[in-house]
């Protein structure tokens, strides 16, 4: 089959994510037809590297041998089984790894089927465990403003972009939001640090004045990576674990974007050096390959389940796919791989020359910040540099860029005027160099005045 004939049949039955479908009367639809690696190979012979992980998700490259074999053998005993009443090795082994490299207190992994979901059922979780030890008027969330946790009602409701949430505001939950603490806008003589001390002040307010009406704050972990990936200092999170724990308060830790070792280290949390309350995993988790998601968490929260059954306790939520075991076997594959290959250590090379590629980009005229932790680095966009004010949004500056890429094999979908690299990490750093060139070239052709 050939592109065109491809593009026809699919923009005829395919309604795409994310996408406002009359863009592609302008913008090209590019199937794809493999992958292997960093790399993926359309139908007219062009290649792209993958420089967003298609979204996030990959981190051993397309098409793994490793992760391929892990599959396959799975694949030949069992491909699904419902995971209540009944188990596999899959879902056993998986729940073991991840409670191995998380922190002593957590004891259990929920398994459910997306992001989304995932943050929708730690919802559940935490309201249902206050309910369940008689605190009844703890109902309500707290959340950052430019969060991201997904598209479903619930996890749309503790989000705060505006882009995705205002259409649906009217049916969704209200959610106190507190401001962000994410660096960018800091004063200049405040360092990052004493930055995220200062913003905390709002938080501890909110929690203050409304703790006895709240089951948890959630938040994203170093990175709000699609909040335009604003990042912020760890001491928040250290001071926020604090708080939590003095007014009775979950904290859900959302590491579906920055988890499995994006910030530098295997999970964001880990920085801070504290316990969540609940922990959503879902991305990197299977390597890229298929839908799965966990909530990792506490004995406390797990025993306020524990009951007879006539006393309605238990937590009843469930999907039909929870657990697969093919997902699981590639996630299996995928901690295996973290553990064999010294991924978070090694990454601190790849992660530091990212750094150095981008550097020169720091005396951009149009742009106001080139940030990064660990394996992502994110370029903003601006007008004004001095006073660091936005291109309009409806110039869309960004997708000059994306053209850009694609025209030179490098694929780089930007977040509005907001460009970012956040590659697999069987990336080389001769790759990292030729992105580089790519992404700085693209920047001009965003910026450019005439455009
Ligand atoms: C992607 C993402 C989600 C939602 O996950 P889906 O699998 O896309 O539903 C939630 N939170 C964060 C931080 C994310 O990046």
Redesign the pocket.
Known sequence: MNRSRLVKKDLKTVWHPCTQMKDHEKIPMIPIKSGKGVWLYDYDDNKYLDAISS??VNIFGHSNTYINNSIKKQLSKLEHVLLAGFTHEPAINLAEGLISITPKKITKCFFTD????S?DAAMKMSYHYWQNKGKKSKKGFIALSNS?????LG?LSVSNIDLYKKTYESILKDTIIVDSPDSYRKKENVSEEEHAEQMFNKMYKALKDNHRNVCAVIV?PLIQ??GYMRMYHHKYLELLREACTKFNVHLIA?E???GFGRTGTMFGFEQAKITPDII?L??GITGGYM?L?TILTTDDIYDAFYDEYEKLNAFLHSHSYTANPIACSAANATLNLFKKKKVVENNKKLSLHMKKCFESLNDHPHVSDVRQKGMVLAIELVKNKKKKTSYDWKERRGIKAYLHGLKNNVLMRPLGNVLYFMPPYVITKKEISFVSEIMKEGVDEATKKSS
Request: hydrophobic share 30%; net charge negative; with cysteine.
């Open positions: 979204w996030w997306n992001g989304s979901s943050i991201y946790h997904g598209e479903t996890s994203e990576c699609a959302d579906i974007a920055v959503c879902s991305k839908t998601s």
